[in-house]
């Protein structure tokens, strides 16, 4: 599968698809590949996150925000394989190379896909495409600040995580201190999400059964910053929610103990996202869910879901 996909990405043209608001680990994975294939091209049709745009200023390359897929052989999708999540209407997943690490992608059909729910991140993913005694010190960046982002600065890794983070920096020479220099905060973006997770606390809900505690609140900006803030708050899992006219986004996070209870935050938002027609996307300790509707009702249904898995086994 690895020689047929870097085969296919060295014999054509390739335009590569980063997901809405994409993160570290969606521009990283396809900075690497695009600089390591440099027949590529990147489209970010839904915007890029603050980190995103820190890593591309970091290593400079253009990103198309519209394009022509009919131009390209080969159409790539990374850290993404639901639509809302991709941000694209009506988009022919039959066409698409995909490679992801998150659940969701149950009943679709793909042209070639690498996914493996079991990994860290999409950038771990690419790093096995790419694999080489030595790449350049740029790609291994793109990488390891993708894996830095996705593990929570290495709290969530697992030990193959660590073993392919360290197969990078010696393969390419990357410091790690300037992968971690990618999420240091400037005044005005520590202020505002400063300011975001006030706003959260304030607007904070939670539920309790026995030992558990689940957060809930919403705010408009820097979800996924909101939640783990509500982990660090003692929260086993949060539930943030940010509402667009009639369009939602829930993010969900949750911490070590409720993982090593059975909860799989990506499995619970795609069942409730099959029950209320919404898109989901994630893995155990990280999940998204995106739809039409009033958020509000939704995070209930969500954190009611969370504490019924947790507490299952002592009914």
Same mark, same amino acid.
């Given at each position: 599968m690895m020689e047929d996909l870097a085969a296919i990405f060295s014999s054509g043209t390739n335009i590569i698809i980063l997901h809405s608001n994409a993160d570290a680990d969606a521009v990283g994975s396809g900075l690497a590949i695009a600089l390591y294939f440099d027949n590529s091209k990147l489209l970010a049709p839904s915007g890029i996150s603050r980190v995103g745009k820190r890593l591309l200023r970091e290593i400079p390359m253009e990103v198309l925000e519209d394009a022509n897929l009919d131009d390209y052989n080969n159409v790539v999708v990374v850290d993404s394989c639901t639509d809302t999540m991709l941000g694209i209407r009506d988009f022919d997943w039959s066409r698409a190379i995909v490679i992801d690490h998150h659940s969701g992608a149950d009943g $679709?059909?793909?042209? &070639?896909? #690498? =996914?493996? !729910? !079991?990994a860290t991140s999409t950038c771990e993913l690419v790093w096995s495409l790419l694999k080489s005694e030595k790449i350049d010190e740029i790609i291994g960046l793109a990488l390891l600040t993708g894996i830095i982002g996705d593990s929570g600065n290495f709290h969530h890794a697992k030990a193959d995580t660590l073993s392919r983070a360290s197969e990078i920096m010696e393969a390419s020479g990357v410091d790690l201190a300037k992968a971690f220099s990618m999420f240091h905060m400037d005044d005005n973006d520590? =202020?505002?999400? $400063?300011?975001?997770? %006030? @706003?959260? /606390?304030?607007? +904070?809900?939670?539920?309790? @059964?026995? $030992?558990? #505690?689940?957060?809930? *609140?919403?705010?408009? *900006?820097f979800e996924s910053t909101v939640a783990r803030g509500l982990l660090n708050l003692g929260a086993d899992v949060s539930f943030v929610a940010s509402q667009n006219k009639n369009n939602y986004r829930i993010t969900a996070r949750a911490n070590p103990k409720a993982l090593g209870a059975? +909860? &799989?935050? /990506?499995? %619970? +938002? $795609?069942?409730?996202? !099959? !029950?209320?027609g919404a898109d989901s996307g994630g893995h155990?300790?990280?999940?998204? +869910? *995106?739809?039409m509707g009033e958020s509000e009702a939704i995070l209930n249904i969500c954190g009611e879901e969370a504490l019924s898995l947790l507490t299952r086994d002592s009914k």
């Open positions: $679709r059909n793909f042209r &070639h896909s #690498l =996914i493996d !729910e !079991e520590d =202020i505002s999400q $400063r300011i975001s997770r %006030l @706003k959260g /606390g304030q607007r +904070l809900k939670y539920l309790r @059964k026995d $030992r558990w #505690l689940v957060a809930m *609140t919403q705010v408009s *900006t059975g +909860l &799989h935050l /990506g499995n %619970l +938002l $795609r069942d409730v996202g !099959e !029950e209320i155990d300790g990280a999940a998204g +869910l *995106t739809g």
